[in-house]
């Protein structure tokens, strides 16, 4: 079994930064996709970022050239990088892994089998 835990999380204020990680326990997990999504108040969870074992990265538009994944799998971990950020990227940030590797380039969340407990992110104005 895969367990994630987020950090890094908080509050900050807009064109601000903040820097979440992931990290993994359970299983070693170099050659999982691993990724992000989030989900912010009356809305449905949406994907952010993605990247392979092999560094294959994908962005949802709404963050691309402002956000950074990134993996360090000698310490089994998944970061993002948020900067510039906005109001509207307030929501509860969560990990994701999974070992499919057919299923690169799925941003759904079925193509996503272990889920972190999310971190939550709050942009003030």
């Known amino acids: 079994q895969v367990q994630l835990k987020e950090s890094g999380g908080g509050l900050v204020q807009a064109g601000g930064s903040l820097r979440l990680s992931c990290a993994t326990s359970g299983r070693t997990v170099t050659t999982y996709r691993r990724g992000w999504f989030r989900q912010a108040p009356g809305k449905e969870r949406e994907f952010i970022a993605a990247?392979?074992?092999?560094?294959?990265?994908y962005y949802a538009d709404s963050v691309k050239g402002r956000f950074t994944i990134s993996r360090n799998n000698a310490a089994n971990t998944v970061f993002l990088q948020m900067n510039s950020l906005k109001p509207e990227d307030t929501a509860v940030y969560y990990c994701?892994?999974?070992?499919?590797?057919?299923?690169?380039?799925?941003?759904?969340?079925?193509?996503?089998?272990?889920w972190g407990q999310g971190t939550q992110v709050t942009v003030s104005s």
């Open positions: 990247i392979t074992w092999t560094t294959d990265i």
């Open positions: 994701v892994a999974d070992s499919r590797f057919f299923l690169s380039g799925r941003v759904d969340e079925e193509a996503y089998e272990y």
